[in-house]
């Protein structure tokens, strides 16, 4: 079972829809981040998170440490926000389980905004 | 400011050959992190280095190696090449271990196998 959970796979929106997408993981973690990732391969990390809201221009993500969730919110979509979005969590140290402490990365969603 | 460096962008090898990848870290920045990317496995943790120091490593078999020099850059290497090493092989620099203040990613080495 993969430690991070992301949904939806694959989301197609119309330009100025408001969009979720959500985390969850099932470790003790000490920080979350959000990343984009758009054809041909190029990353940019979007926000990190260990607890609470933060926010950038259209771009909000929360985490819930209890619930073990986090959303990543885009207010006015706009087709140049098509990309891959990928969830990844810092695993505690010494909770790990396979022995790695790096990143965990969920499989992504893919988001297509059409104009 | 320039951003994380990766050479080459593209390699083809064959099945047995090795293979060293390169990233220069931005100035400053003393973690290097890498990971592969494949279709069927999406993104995966190989090592972190910090210091020159191998800090983290992810559940791949010993072909896969790094190292960091003085200076932050870092190169990995992968021997005897399958071709299920083919992938994007991604780097990232942090200024402090762990990514305490972030993650700035390169655009990747392209490997293909055949």
């Known amino acids: 079972k993969n430690e991070v959970e992301q949904s939806p796979q694959n989301l197609t929106a119309q330009e100025g829809e408001f969009i979720t997408i959500n985390c969850s993981y099932s470790?003790?973690?000490?920080?979350l981040h959000w990343l984009q990732q758009h054809p041909g391969g190029g990353i940019v990390s979007l926000f990190m998170?260990?607890?609470g809201k933060k926010k950038h221009g259209r771009l909000i993500a929360t985490i819930n440490i209890q619930e073990k969730h986090s959303s990543l919110h885009i207010t006015a979509s706009h087709p140049r926000d098509s990309a891959v979005y990928i969830c990844?969590?810092?695993?505690?140290?010494?909770?790990?389980?396979?022995?790695?402490?790096?990143?965990?990365f969920g499989k992504g969603t893919h988001l297509i905004i059409q104009p | 400011k320039a951003g994380v460096t990766q050479t080459p962008r593209y390699l083809i090898k064959t099945r047995g050959q090795q293979v060293t990848l390169s990233c220069s870290p931005i100035?400053?920045?003393?973690?290097v992190s890498w990971y592969q990317q494949t279709p069927g496995q999406g993104l995966q943790f190989l090592f972190e280095?910090?210091?020159?120091?191998?800090?983290n490593k992810g559940n791949f078999p010993g072909r896969f190696s790094g190292r960091q020099f003085s200076n932050s850059r870092s190169e990995m290497n992968v021997s005897t090449l399958e071709l299920g090493d083919s992938a994007l092989y991604l780097c990232?620099?942090?200024?402090?271990?762990?990514?305490?203040?972030?993650?700035?990613f390169g655009s990747g080495t392209r490997l293909t196998v055949v």
């Open positions: 998170l260990s607890s």
């Open positions: 470790v003790g973690i000490s920080a």
């Open positions: 100035s400053g920045h003393r973690s």
């Open positions: 990844a969590v810092r695993v505690q140290l010494g909770r790990s389980g396979g022995g790695a402490d790096g990143l965990t």
């Open positions: 280095y910090f210091s020159e120091t191998q800090r």
């Open positions: 990232a620099s942090s200024l402090a271990r762990q990514g305490d203040y972030g993650y700035t």
